[in-house]
């Protein structure tokens, strides 16, 4: 599938402030470009790793939300430089992605925000019957995830793209305001599971 030039050229002239929606699905926020690539209405196709037709430093946000979990570390690495070059100096990019450490702790040490995340999972999925060992599995092999992060390594990762400054925020505590309408993963799987699930970094580019 190609990507559409004509959508993208009536997004960009169409609108004073450039903000892109990476891995859209579902979440299409108005005055975004919303791009995936399996779009449904109101969407773009376009692969993330490949976004030759925006131009360098010309958009002041990027959301890429529970996305990134979705493709091999390089790959991600790739996605990271491609948001990185199409930035404005002083914009932002804020990323959210299950939780490694939250996995980890399910088994090895549970408290009780690992057990109502369980809980909260078993009742999403409609699956009482699922163990601690089961959820974990989920996340690790489920939904066509690739890589699940820590904050230290997704940090990392940003770090290697170009990014200076990063700042770790939940799944639904957004530090810049402008991201506060635009996701949505939390009402597809509801925001206690997700805030549970996930934590947010958000990304400067100087």
């Not at 690539?37 to 939300?65: H, I, Q």
């Not at 991600?76 to 491609?82: R, W």
């Not at 002083?90 to 549970?110: I, N, Y």
């Not at 690739?146 to 799944?171: H, K, M, N």
């Amino acid at each position: 599938m190609a990507v559409s030039w004509m959508e993208v050229r009536r997004y960009t002239h169409n609108h004073e402030t450039l903000l892109l929606n990476i891995g859209a699905q579902k979440n299409r926020p108005k005055g975004w470009l919303n791009i995936d690539t399996y779009p449904t209405f109101g969407a773009v196709y376009m692969d993330a790793t490949n976004m030759r037709s925006l131009r360098t430093a010309s958009f002041s946000a990027v959301l890429c939300e529970h996305m990134i979990e979705h493709v091999p570390k390089p790959t991600a690495l790739s996605i990271c430089k491609e948001i990185h070059r199409i930035l404005k100096p002083g914009g932002v990019s804020r990323f959210v992605t299950p939780d490694m450490h939250r996995m980890c702790a399910v088994l090895a040490a549970p408290t009780d925000k690992e057990r109502q995340y369980v809980a909260l999972t078993r009742r999403y999925l409609g699956r009482p019957e699922l163990s601690d060992v089961d959820v974990v599995n989920i996340m690790f092999r489920n939904y066509g995830h690739q890589y699940i992060y820590t904050r230290a390594e997704l940090c990392q990762l940003l770090a290697d793209a170009g990014f200076t400054a990063t700042t770790v925020t939940s799944a639904d505590d957004c530090d810049n305001p402008i991201f506060r309408n635009a996701q949505g993963h939390g009402r597809l799987v509801g925001e206690d599971l997700n805030s549970l699930e996930a934590f947010g970094i958000e990304a400067q580019k100087k």
